[in-house]
């Protein structure tokens, strides 16, 4: 089974921190995702990488960078948290090539702004 | 952007009952599609997926169903079980990105 490892399952930071989340995964798949999760939004695309060294903006980058030093580790970073980060945080991976391939999750890391 | 909605935000059925859960997208490019189901305090679980070139696909106790002509996707669950509570929601795949709707809940009662 795909094993999709997410470092914190809760966190607490405050206004102003610099904020780094952690995913690893073991099925040695090119592609990696960073989401959040809001009610009533659905999730929502922040970052992704087809391979090392690569990223790509998603659908709200601003406020978070990412690094992607070795195949299996995607870490999401953000610069300087804010309260309107606060939010549920997905890390998904897939296989390369077409679009056609699931993307598999991790359980979530919630983060809390004060 | 992308619109992927479901039909009802709630849904309640009887243990041993037959669940279906819609969806709607909006991109008729779209051409692969997923069902996920998250639990309480877990991250999304891939349930089953199609791709465009087909109707109809089955795995263990779910059903997808394909329409492309009116855009909608559904969820067949038989014999729906406790164990089944959850929220499920519907992706679809275009241009190499994928697009969530945002979940009906499901909820078994005994």
């Known amino acids: 089974d795909v094993k999709v490892t997410q470092s914190s399952r809760y966190l607490v930071k405050r206004t102003g921190e610099k904020v780094f989340l952690e995913c690893v995964q073991d099925?040695?798949?090119?592609?990696m995702f960073w989401y959040r999760q809001d009610p009533g939004l659905g999730l929502r695309l922040i970052y992704f990488?087809?391979?090392?060294?690569?990223?790509e903006k998603g659908d709200i980058p601003e406020g978070y960078s990412v690094s992607r030093e070795k195949k299996e580790r995607f870490s999401l970073i953000l610069e300087s948290a804010s309260t309107n980060q606060t939010s549920m945080y997905l890390c998904?991976?897939?296989?390369?090539?077409?679009?056609?391939?699931?993307?598999?999750f991790g359980d979530g890391t919630r983060l809390s702004i004060l | 952007g992308e619109s992927v909605g479901l039909h009802l935000p709630t849904l309640s059925v009887q243990e041993g009952d037959n669940s279906i859960i819609n969806c709607a997208y909006s991109n008729s490019a779209s051409d692969y599609f997923i069902w996920y189901k998250q639990e309480s305090g877990k991250g999304p679980q891939f349930i089953i997926d199609?791709?465009?070139?087909?109707d109809k696909r089955q795995g263990q106790r779910v059903t997808v169903l394909l329409n492309k002509t009116v855009k909608h996707l559904s969820l067949q669950i038989a014999a729906t079980q406790p164990g089944d509570s959850a929220v499920y929601f519907c992706?679809?795949?275009?241009?190499?990105?994928?697009?969530f709707g945002t979940g009906t809940s499901l909820t078994v009662i005994p």
């Open positions: 099925m040695d798949h090119e592609n």
């Open positions: 998904a991976s897939s296989f390369g090539g077409q679009g056609d391939q699931p993307q598999h």
């Open positions: 199609i791709r465009s070139n087909m």
């Open positions: 992706a679809e795949n275009t241009g190499n990105q994928f697009y």
């Open positions: 990488s087809y391979d090392v060294k690569m990223k």
